[in-house]
């Protein structure tokens, strides 16, 4: 069992950074492939990044890529996503999720995780 609890969202102005971070509870942390996914109102959720067990290999959704980093921290139990040139359309709740399996790689898929957290949201004015 993996709880996810996600935390580092607020307002912002478009331009700016932010970063969010995802404390996981349980010992297969270090052993679990993790993503991040993002919905925004009236819209379905989407695939943000993705991050394989040891951090070896990272995926994006081409809206991103370039402007947001995955990364983890397996000794504390901790999945970042470093944003930057934050856009208006950025603007929606995250969500990080960890996938059900053991040393997996990276995935896009939401069926691919297991474990999922509350959200932390993100505003970007404009």
């Known amino acids: 069992q993996v709880q996810l609890v996600e935390s580092g969202g607020g307002l912002v102005q478009a331009g700016d950074s932010l970063r969010l971070s995802c404390a996981a509870s349980?010992?297969?942390?270090?052993?679990?492939?993790m993503g991040w996914f993002r919905q925004a109102p009236g819209k379905e959720r989407e695939f943000v990044a993705s991050?394989?067990?040891?951090?070896?290999?990272?995926v994006y959704a081409d809206s991103v890529k370039g402007r947001f980093t995955i990364s983890r921290e397996n000794a504390k139990n901790t999945l970042y996503l470093e944003m930057s040139s934050l856009k208006p359309e950025d603007t929606a709740m995250y969500y990080c999720?960890?996938?059900?399996?053991?040393?997996?790689?990276?995935?896009?898929?939401?069926?691919?995780?297991?474990?999922w957290g509350q959200g932390t949201q993100v505003t970007v004015s404009s």
């Open positions: 991050i394989n067990w040891s951090g070896s290999s990272t």
């Open positions: 999720a960890a996938g059900p399996g053991l040393y997996g790689g990276t995935s896009t898929l939401q069926t691919a995780y297991g474990y």
């Open positions: 349980g010992r297969t942390f270090s052993r679990t492939s």
